[in-house]
Structures are given as structure tokens and as C-alpha cells.
């Protein structure tokens, strides 16, 4: 197939160094972002700047100046930019209430409108191309509020509604938003999980303040019986970059641990929300 140029966020650990390792392996060009490149991210990206077909750049999704000047950047060099990748974030666990206004806007600044300033800068290009891929990396925690996981939940159901409405909104200008909804997969990202930082109020909630390490300890037992694979998700990306456009799927589960209640909430909710745009007139976006 035809190589693309691709911008993938986050690709420090987890599910975006396994991403740009396979793109770049199928000859994409691919641009590696993260931040902290030249402190402790320093090692991961001297690597992935040595490795074929990947330019490593830093990029901090929360500087919407920093976002605006690196897009332009690649953009300026390759004539071009294809595929966005948004795959930067972190993940918060704990009870809800300790989580201060400043913890939430954090969450919210880095996995949500990190995305958005993502996409904001790649859109002109793109609509000049009438051509591009966005794929958003949510979660099936995006579709159902699990309990002590609750503001990251938020940020990933925020991430649903952005990416469900631009999915019909750029597809007549050839550009299709996607997303991928991995379940639980042992990667980094639980190793560096968020806490609320108002942590006195967990005297309040008696033994209910132990759920939290309790699933924590629950989750680390699945991952040892069932053994989920994290290449699944950068397999999904590689399956929506190599579908034909227009005929891509706006959601994709990639879950190895919790089975089909996410797949079959989104055939529901599909269903229902192609009847909703058809009797408020939308129905030509649907082709």
C-alpha cells in the first residue's frame, strides 16, 4: 500500500512505541512525539530517532503553541501529513473526591484537549489534501464509567463524543476520525497511575477505600491468567490505516480480557444513532 506519513503522540512507552516500531516496520514514515525528550524520556528517544523510518520529535500535547510549530514543521518537510495517532495520556485511579480541581484539569488538559490541539493543527492540511486519517485512542472505559476510575473515565467518554461527531462532520472532506477502545493490556501506563492528591477524605469512606487496591491486585491477577497482548492495539491501527477510506469503522474494540459487552453496546448504539441523524435531516453524512 501507498506510505503515509504519520504522527503518533506518546510514544515514550506503552502503546505508542509499539506503534511506531510496527508502522515504521511496514515503511511508513512515521514522526515519534513525546516530552521530557532531552531529560527522562532522553533514552527512549535517541532509540526510536535511530530507528529506520522514525523521526523522533518532542512534542507536549498541553502547549498549544509547542503542538501548533511541530505539526507545521512536518507538514513543511514532507509535503504532508496522513495519519494522527493520538495516543498521549495517563491513566487515574483512587476515589473521585480526592481528586482536587487542579487534578482534574490536569487530566483533562493532557487527554482531552491534548487531542484536540492535535487535531486542530492537522485538520487544514488535511482538508487541502481531502485526504486524512485520525485515529483517537480511547478505551472501553470511554463507553462505561467503571467505579474508581472515574475521572480518567471522563476524560475518555469527553474523547468519544469529540471523535463520534467529527467522524460525520469530516467525512464528506475526505477525512476519517476513528477510534480505538482498548480494554485493560500490562503496559506502562499502570505503573504510573494518578492519584487524587486530596487524599484525607478517604477516612471518610471506611472500607470502601480499599476497593481500589483491591481491583488493582484483581486486575495484576487477570493479566497473569489471560495474558493480553498490547500488540493487539497497534495491529487495530495498522488495520485502520490499511482500510480503504470511507469504509472505516468509527469504533474499534480491542479487548482481550472483558469479552463483548463493549462491541455490543456500540452495534446498539450505531444503529441507533444512524436513525437519530436520519430524522434530523443528516442522513446524506451516513455514505
Do not use: C
Not at 475521572?151 to 469530516?170: C, I, M, P, W
Not at 437519530?276 to 453524512?285: D, I, N, R, S, V
Amino acid at each position: 500500500m501507498e506510505k503515509k506519513v504519520i504522527l503518533v503522540t506518546g510514544t515514550n512507552s506503552g502503546f505508542g512505541y509499539l506503534t511506531t516500531q510496527l508502522l515504521a516496520g511496514k515503511g511508513h514514515t512515521v514522526y515519534a512525539a513525546m516530552r521530557n525528550a532531552s531529560s527522562k524520556n532522553k533514552e527512549r528517544f535517541e532509540e526510536l530517532n535511530a530507528t529506520e523510518n522514525v523521526s523522533a520529535i518532542e512534542i507536549d500535547v498541553t502547549n498549544s503553541e509547542n503542538v501548533a510549530s511541530a505539526i507545521k514543521a512536518i507538514i513543511e518537510k514532507e509535503g504532508r501529513l496522513d495519519v494522527v495517532v493520538n495516543n498521549a495520556g495517563y491513566f487515574g485511579g483512587g476515589l473521585a473526591e480526592a481528586y482536587t480541581d487542579k487534578d482534574v484539569a490536569d487530566m483533562f488538559d493532557v487527554n482531552l484537549l491534548g487531542v484536540w490541539r492535535t487535531i486542530k493543527n492537522a485538520l487544514p492540511q488535511m482538508r487541502a489534501q481531502n485526504d486524512g486519517l485520525i485515529i483517537n485512542i480511547s478505551s472501553v472505559l470511554g463507553r462505561f464509567s467503571a467505579p474508581f476510575m472515574t475521572v480518567y473515565n471522563s476524560t475518555k467518554f469527553a474523547v468519544e463524543g469529540l471523535s463520534e461527531g467529527l467522524h460525520y462532520e469530516l467525512r464528506p472532506l475526505g477525512i476519517d476520525v476513528a477510534l480505538i477502545e482498548p480494554g485493560a493490556f500490562p503496559t506502562e501506563i499502570f505503573h504510573k497511575t494518578a492519584m487524587g492528591s486530596d487524599q484525607n477524605v478517604s477516612a471518610g469512606y471506611g472500607e470502601i477505600a480499599n476497593i481500589p487496591e483491591q481491583v488493582s491486585a484483581g486486575m495484576g491477577q487477570m493479566f497473569e491468567s489471560l495474558q493480553p497482548n498490547p500488540q493487539m492495539v497497534p495491529e487495530a491501527i495498522l488495520g485502520l490505516i490499511e482500510t480503504p477510506k470511507g469504509s472505516r469503522p468509527l469504533r474499534t474494540v480491542v479487548d482481550g480480557m472483558t469479552g463483548k459487552f463493549a462491541e455490543n453496546t456500540n452495534k446498539n448504539s450505531k444503529e441507533d444513532y444512524q436513525q437519530f441523524l436520519t430524522a434530523f435531516g443528516m442522513e446524506a453524512l451516513l455514505n
